[in-house]
Nanobody, 121 residues
Framework: VQLQASGGGLVQPGGSLRLSCVAS????????MGWYRQAPGKQRELVAS???????NYADSVKGRFTISRDNAKNTVYLQMNSLKPEDTAVYYC????????????????WGRGTLVTVSS
């Protein structure tokens, strides 16, 4: 299973970006999908997650500004980021947990390679 994230870039404070992450492979189902971020010199942190039933969870720092969604048919998770702030600058990683695959025993977790978001004037 591979996760391919896209949509990062340079944006001015107050601007918006939409991140996408597509999971590919012999996927039967995916449990929770999420977005994490890691700023320079800081630990990776959860930004938002969404369960298979579409329940969501957000970091306090992004509540009201970011919206996570998913398309199960496309094995894709999105992160709509509005009212961006310089402190949102980070590499954003997508994550898929409890992934069931054809011909594979058990469930596994996967990470994407990350996409850089820079918020600066």
């Amino acid at each position: 299973v591979q996760l391919q994230a896209s949509g990062g870039g340079l944006v001015q404070p107050g601007g918006s970006l939409r991140l996408s992450c597509v999971a590919s492979g012999s996927i039967v189902s995916i449990g929770t999908m999420g977005w994490y971020r890691q700023a320079p010199g800081k630990q990776r942190e959860l930004v938002a997650s969404i369960g298979s039933g579409s329940s969501t969870n957000y970091a306090d720092s992004v509540k009201g500004r970011f919206t996570i969604s998913r398309d199960n048919a496309k094995n894709t998770v999105y992160l709509q980021m509005n009212s961006l702030k310089p402190e949102d600058t980070a590499v954003y990683y997508c994550n898929a947990r409890n992934v069931r695959e054809q011909y594979v025993i058990g469930q596994h977790n996967y990470w994407g390679r990350g996409t850089l978001v820079t918020v600066s004037s």
